[in-house]
């Protein structure tokens, strides 16, 4: 029996519609009570509940993770997974929307699920993934070594920001790293010369990667902090420990640039006779790939509702940011759209908080799910793409 998905998509966007208030209230709950990653229980419950509210009724809580979840409609294929994420940072809460982006995921997964019952016939599944710690330690690659992708065709989710850009292009790898200097302590007046300084270790070692800066490409990024630098000026310090985060725009450009960024650690070790002991994330964020099937979808479908998605010039958007759902987009085809909240800071900052919160976030993030939400019922009427968008994805990673 043909189905009319134009008729499919205007249930969707009305089930979403009415239920507007309440996702709200859901955005609004998770905002004023934020928590840090893999601490998310007030989040992962409050989700949980309104996903059954909604008409979920095969939700499965601590999945994976203690606070991550599935909540599912439907089977078979194709297997459509929408994302939420809900970790706030420590200091300055939402300070990346992460209360929209699950409102996002719930909406879509709301319309999505009206518009199958709507169909009169089973046309594929949706799985509103709850996917938490995507601040720090990447809650998206413990789905992924879980295999839960290895049965979904395709992945979305949306994240706020100051402007629309559909290709999430900026979002790039990162692999982060700590390290720690070791010397030998001594009286800095009376006794420096029986002293092995590991302070001198650490500064040398973050100034071995300012110069490297100068060789660096454009688009790479370095960038640390120095957590302990000794315990007073007159004893010569015998530990520190500094932090960087390694950043590049391809996972084969990554470990060009760690190797590069580990030899400077290792030489100022060298220089001053100190050891040092590096300890690499085993867990690096991939970059984002963007399927261009599933832009040219998502693209037509925000143009019905008003949006326009193309992203702004490179000297308009500087933000390099990293996401474990590059991860994800390395496993099945997937996409990542960013979309304008009214913000006038950047994400990370104490005015971003305060928009993520605020009532006028609230439109664009209910477009950004009805969109989400046509978007899946398009893969669901022509399944006939997938096979092409799984092939694109093979020749991205090659």
């Known amino acids: 029996m043909a189905v009319d998905v134009a008729h499919l998509k205007k249930v969707a966007c009305e089930a979403i519609e009415n239920l507007s208030g309440e996702l ?13 990653g893999y601490q998310e229980h007030r989040a992962h419950g409050v989700l949980i509940e309104c996903l059954r509210k909604f008409g979920f009724d095969k939700v499965t809580p601590n999945f994976v993770t203690e606070t991550g979840f599935k909540a599912e409609f439907g089977h078979g294929s194709p297997h459509i997974a929408v994302l939420c994420e809900y970790d706030a940072l420590p200091g300055i809460g939402h300070a990346c929307g992460h209360n929209l982006i699950a409102e996002a995921g719930v909406a879509a997964g709301v319309g999505i699920k009206a518009a199958m019952q709507a169909a009169g016939q089973n046309i594929g599944k949706v799985t509103v993934l709850g996917t938490p710690a995507e601040e720090e330690q990447g809650g998206k690659l413990d789905m992924v070594q879980a295999g839960f992708f290895k049965d979904v065709d395709a992945a979305m989710m949306v994240h706020p920001c100051p402007f629309n850009n559909v290709r999430a292009d900026f979002a790039i790898c990162i692999r982060k790293v700590r390290l720690k200097y070791f010397g030998h302590a001594s009286h ?44 007073k000026p007159n004893i010569i310090p015998d530990e520190t420990e500094l932090e960087f985060y390694v950043r590049a725009p391809t996972m084969n450009e990554l470990a060009e640039l760690v190797k590069k960024v580990h030899f400077c650690f290792e030489s100022a070790a060298q220089a001053t006779g100190c050891t040092v002991e590096v300890k690499w994330c085993d867990r690096p964020y991939a970059n984002v790939i963007s399927n261009s099937k599933l832009v040219k979808l998502y693209t037509n479908n925000a143009m019905t509702l008003g949006l ?87 020749k991205s990673i090659k």
């Open 188 to 231: 800095a007046a009376a006794y420096p010369w029986q002293g092995i300084n590991a302070l001198d270790a650490a500064v040398l070692c973050y100034n071995n990667v300012s110069v490297l800066r100068q060789q660096m490409k454009p688009n790479w990024r370095v960038h640390g902090v120095i957590h302990n630098g000794g315990v």
């Open 308 to 394: 326009d998605m193309n992203c702004p010039p490179e000297d308009e958007m500087p933000q390099r940011g990293s996401t474990d759902m590059g991860n994800v987009s390395y496993e099945v085809p997937s996409i990542h759209p960013m979309y304008a909240i009214e913000a006038e800071a950047a994400n990370h900052t104490k005015e971003f908080t305060v928009a993520s919160g605020d009532s006028k976030a609230q439109p664009a993030t209910l477009l950004q799910g009805k969109t989400m939400a046509m978007t899946a019922l398009d893969v669901f009427v022509q399944p006939a793409i997938l096979p092409e968008m799984k092939e694109e994805l093979a």
């Open 24 to 36: 709200n209230e859901l955005s609004q709950e998770l905002w004023k009570n934020p928590e840090l």
